[in-house]
């Protein structure tokens, strides 16, 4: 099981980068966490588009789902040019009509997961913890039965993210402001993070959903405060194996 960050900015992305996306592959299959603004562009770097079989969207903030209408054309013209033979899958929740938006029939088709039921994807088992968050969102935990990996999706601090983190080897953890900041919309300082890190005993962090303001590498101080294993600065093409 491999993992690329393919963005990692909250809001807008950077320059030449992408907000949240995290592409998950094992053997053949080529999983997509989250498809916000120029995930599209920079996915291809790392794969082949008619090779992405499938597409989890933790909520409908259009940082992490402003590209699910350009990848729809992507599937549309791979499968024309006879490079795609089989549909893109995309699972989203219910808990607001925007999953409606999420299918491009024949092209790509739309799933709905649910918190309470393991989702099988390809080699990986996924599970869902709804998030504190202005719009329903969902964490993540994707596991090939050997290794775990926790995303947090966007989220404020809540004791229960600690349990659904617990002794999992990479906690991807949204960080989008520096400590004692406050944590408007929905979202946690680096002193949650460490917090939530030292609670589940992650075994190794990477802070991403990363601010546009200071000086970023400050972050990883503040979340070792709490937590002593190691952490590090998501960026475009960062990979844990
Ligand atoms: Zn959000
Ligand atoms: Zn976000």
Known sequence: MKLTVIGCWHGYPEPEEAT???LIQQDDFS??????SGVLSHLQ????LQKLQAVVVSHYHQDHIADIGVLHYARLIETKLGRASTPLFIYGHKDDERFDTLAYEPYVKSIPYQSNSLLDVGPFAISFLKTKH???????KITNGQKEIVYTADTSYFLGLASFAKECDLLIAECSFYKNQETV??????QDVGILANKARAKQVLLTHLPH?????????????SYDGQV????K???FT
């Open 237 to 239: 093409g960062w990979s």
């Open 31 to 36: 999983l997509l966490l989250d498809c916000g």
């Open 134 to 140: 202005p719009a329903p969102c969902y964490a993540m």
């Open 45 to 48: 770097r790392y794969c082949p």
């Open 185 to 190: 919309g929905g979202h946690m300082n680096s």
């Open 213 to 225: 303001f200071g000086e970023r590498t400050s972050l990883l101080t503040e979340v070792k405060e």
């Open 20 to 22: 949240s996306g995290y």
């Open 232 to 235: 590090e600065l998501a960026s």
